[in-house]
Every structure is written in C-alpha cells, then in structure tokens.
C-alpha cells in the first residue's frame, strides 16, 4: 500500500529517518550499478573491435601468400585458428579477381566455420567495423595488403553474446548486493535514527507526562549540546515561566475560594454563552438551590414570575452586547426573597471576552426594613391608617390634578365625640381598640380610591377624589355617621359612640 505524502510527514521521526536513509542508499546503489554496467558495456565494445582489427591483421598477414597463390587450405588452416576465439562466430578470406570485367569484384577463398556461413560483399580501402542494428554483431572488413596494394579482405563476425552474459550477471549481481544493502541500511539507520531521535522522544515523554500529572516542577534532560539540545533549554525555560504563573494561579485560585467559601455573597461564573461553570456555597443557600442544580439549569428559574421577563431580557443583552447588567428581583422557592447583584465582564489581557462573573446579595431583610420604615413615615401605627404627612402628600396630588381631569374633590374632617371618656373609664388599651375598630369601619364606608387618614388622636379626614358634587360628599358623610352609630363592646362594655363631621 502507496504512502501518501500526509501519512509520511505524520511518520516518527525515527521511522523518517529509517526510510530516507533506505531509499538513498538504494537509489545510490541503483545509480552506480547502471553506471558501471554502461561502462562495461562500452568498454567491451571498444576491446572486442581492437582485438578484430589485431586478429584480422595477423590473419590477413599470414594469407597474403594464400591469395597470391591460391592456396585454399592454406587460407582455411589460417581462419581454423580462430577457433581459440570464442567471440568469432564467423569469418571469410576474398581475394581480388584481377580478371573479372567489374573492377573491385572479389572471389571467396575461404570461410569459417563452415562453407554454409554468408559473408557480405564489401570492399573497402580501409579497415571497416560494422555493428549490427540491434548490437547483438560487431563486423569488421580489412583490406589485405602486398606491396601497398589490395589484394584481398578478410572479413570477421564477433557476436556480443558475452557482453549480455556479463550483464544479466551484473544485474542479478546488483539484485543480491541491493538486498543486502537495504538491509544493512536498514539496520544501521534504525540505529542511527534511535540515536537522534532518542532526545525528541524523551523531551514527548516528559511533555506527556508534566502534561497528565500538571507537575511543572519537572525538566526535561539535556543529552547533547545540538539543536535538539537547544529546544530542551527552551522547553525548560518555557516550564520554569509555566511553573511560576501556574504557581500564582494556583494562590490566586486559593485566594478565590477561600473568600468565595466565607463570603455572604452569592458568587457565580458564566462561560461566553451564558452557562454557569462555578458556584459557591452561599449562592446556594440565597437560592434554595443545590450546587449542582445551579450548574445544569442556572440560578434564574427561581426569580419571581412577575420579575422574570425583565431579568432574561436584561441577561440575552449581556449575552449579545458583551455588556455588565445589575440585578434587583424577587426569588420565589417557597419564601420571596429581595436580591441585588451584578454581572460583570471576565477579558484576557487582549480585552477578549473570556466569560462573565456576578455576584448577589440577599437584601430582604433591607427590603422589609425600608417597607417598615415607609409604613411608619406614611402609616398611623397604631389603625394602618395614612397619617397627616400621607394625608398631606395625596391631597396636594389631587389637588394638582384638578385641572387637568376636571372632576370635584370632596373633603371631610371627622372627630370622635366624648372620645377622652372612654380613655378615662375603660383604660388606653381600650381607645386603642376603639380606634382601630372606628378605622375600619371608616375604610368599608369609601372606595378603594378614597384615602382615609387619622390625623391625630381622635381625629380623622377623608379625601374623596372624582366626586361629581357636595351632596355626594355629604351622602358619604351620612352614611359614615351612621355606620359609628352601631354599638361597640368592649371589655363587655357596650359603647356607643357619636361623631362630628365636618364636608368641604
């Protein structure tokens, strides 16, 4: 199966290594065999031609007396000690034929190894070597000289039959020599590459290592002052900056939890799309929620349904805008509670948003403090009555709005007859009651829009907003008269009590 070029470059470096130092052993090898075996081949080329030329002109020496008397079996003796040749596959001895009418024609005199071999017809001045088309033959024709004149030739065939023999050796020889190079480069670059990677692969074990146990006290070992050796210097350099701010940010943490842990404030931390990845203690008890509730579903299913719609709109906008929003709702999970918090941004030094941080406080016993207080400020505490400063206040409210809404304002004053005897005879505890019962009273004699006040003592007022004229003013008056009139008892004492009235 082919390696990709993605699959090689995930490769160990030691199995990178391994490989290239094959492959280029291999193609080196590969290289110099065919070098070597053209070189052979030309060289052989070059000694098989010079041996026919030397052969041919010992032959063509030795039969010119052949050819200058005919001498069959002398020219064939010459050519039979070819024999020791083995490259000599065939050869022919001409002569000259001074008689024929064509001039350069030749007559065969002899042939070799058999008369069955066909010698070509050339007749050159000079030696001619000839290779055949598919280099299986080399050819070579020499004049026979006598006297500087031609008398003859001599023709020699040499087939290559050796050379190929030579190297289909030499190729089974590079096939048996490749394989044993592969693998002794094999071996010796498996050991070669242990050797440089080794470091690599110690400084990848103690990365993982520091990296599962989060011990950045480690360091990891310097074998060699090279390049590997300078990334190990600046491996534990980069440890020793880890280890310090993981140091400071394991104090930090510390710091933070602790304060989180004894704070009475409810702490919480919100990732970039809003869930909630930390909770402390007291948020759980503001919220009636456990830790791991808060986690799952967030602190805002218990706001108070009346509350709800305007926190989750206020918690989408810091969502979408990056902004800090304030809190002040009501929780509601079995008792309403009052809260007041605030979400802040938590940004990396390069003011990316990295999530958000909000704290809450439980303000309800704040929130009924300032309920009491509005209610002693504005509220008789003795009926729940509105007091003279309430009295006040909503009457210059009406009265301002006169104009605008075009209705009638009705006023009454009422104070209790003889009511200093009853606090004579029966005690202060029984004004009281007496009071609180005539307020009552008072409040089921007018609207829910009607304001009743007690302004001091025995003395109350009325404000009747958006009557349409006196006599209705007047009827109200009437009927309030006659409400005080039913008897009372108190401390099994039967009080009747009158009042005076007075209608503007």
Same mark, same amino acid.
């Given at each position: ?132 088309? =598919? ?22 065939? #040499? ?88 140091? $400071? ?26 869930? *909630? ?34 926190? $989750? =709109? ?25 809260? #007041? ?17 909000? *704290? ?39 009265? #301002? ?80 008269? $006659? ?22």
């Amino acid at each position: 199966m082919p390696i990709s070029s993605q699959s090689f470059r995930d490769l160990p470096i030691a199995k990178k290594l391994t490989l290239f130092c094959v492959i280029i052993s291999l193609v080196s090898l590969v290289v110099a065999m065919i070098a070597i075996i053209f070189y052979d081949r030309y060289n052989f080329e070059e000694i098989l031609k010079n041996e026919l030329v030397v052969l041919a002109s010992v032959i063509g020496n030795r039969s010119s007396a052949a050819i200058v008397f005919d001498d069959l079996e002398l020219a064939n003796n010459n050519l039979k000690s070819l024999s020791l040749q083995k490259a000599v596959v065939a050869a022919c001895i001409y002569k000259v034929d001074d008689n024929a009418l064509e001039p350069g024609a030749t007559t065969r005199l002899a042939t070799y190894p058999n008369d069955a071999v066909n010698c070509p017809n050339y007749a050159p001045t000079n030696a001619l070597l000839i290779d055949s088309a =598919n280099h299986q033959y080399v050819e070579l024709v020499q004049p026979i000289l006598l006297d500087s004149s031609i008398i003859g030739y001599i023709y020699l065939r #040499s087939n290559t039959e050796e050379l190929q023999d030579r190297q289909t050796n030499y190729v089974y020889v590079m096939i048996i020599a490749s394989m044993f190079a592969v693998f002794i480069a094999f071996w010796l670059s498996k050991i070669f590459s242990r050797w440089i990677s080794g470091p690599l692969h110690a400084l990848g074990l103690t990365a993982q290592s520091i990296a599962e146990e989060e011990d950045y006290s480690r360091r990891a070992n310097k074998q060699h002052n090279d390049e590997v050796g300078r990334v190990v210097d600046s491996f534990n350099l980069m440890l020793d900056v880890i280890e310090q701010e993981d140091v $400071e940010l394991r104090e930090s943490e510390e710091k933070f939890r602790l304060i989180s842990a004894s704070s009475k404030v409810g702490i919480f931390q919100l990732d970039t799309e809003g869930n *909630t990845v930390y909770a402390n203690d007291e948020l759980s008890h503001i919220t009636g929620l456990s830790n791991n509730a808060i986690i799952e579903n967030s602190w805002l299913s218990v706001i108070h349904k009346d509350d709800k719609a305007l926190i $989750e =709109n206020s918690w989408r906008s810091m969502l979408s805008n990056n902004q800090a929003i304030n809190i002040n709702c009501r929780l509601q999970n079995g008792t309403i509670k009052w809260i #007041s918090g605030h979400v802040g941004l938590l940004t990396s030094n390069d003011a990316e948003v990295l999530g958000y941080l909000g *704290t809450i406080n439980d303000i309800t016993e704040i929130k009924n403090a300032q309920v009491q207080l509005e209610q002693m400020a504005f509220y008789d505490t003795l009926t729940g009555l509105a007091n003279r400063r309430l009295f006040r206040n909503r009457l210059e409210h009406v009265i #301002s709005n006169l104009k605008r809404e075009g209705h009638c304002l009705g006023l009454i004053l009422l104070d209790l007859d003889n009511f200093k005897n009853v606090n004579d005879s029966l005690g202060h505890d029984s004004g009281d009651a007496l009071l609180t019962i005539i307020a009552e009273r008072l409040q089921q004699c007018v609207r829910a829009s009607d304001t009743v006040a007690r302004l001091g003592g025995d003395e109350f007022a009325i404000i009747l907003p958006g009557i349409s004229s006196s006599l209705a003013a007047s009827q109200v008056a009437k009927k309030i008269i $006659e409400t005080l009139k039913s008897s009372i008892t108190l401390n099994e004492t039967e009080i009747r009590i009158t009042a005076s009235a007075g209608i503007a």
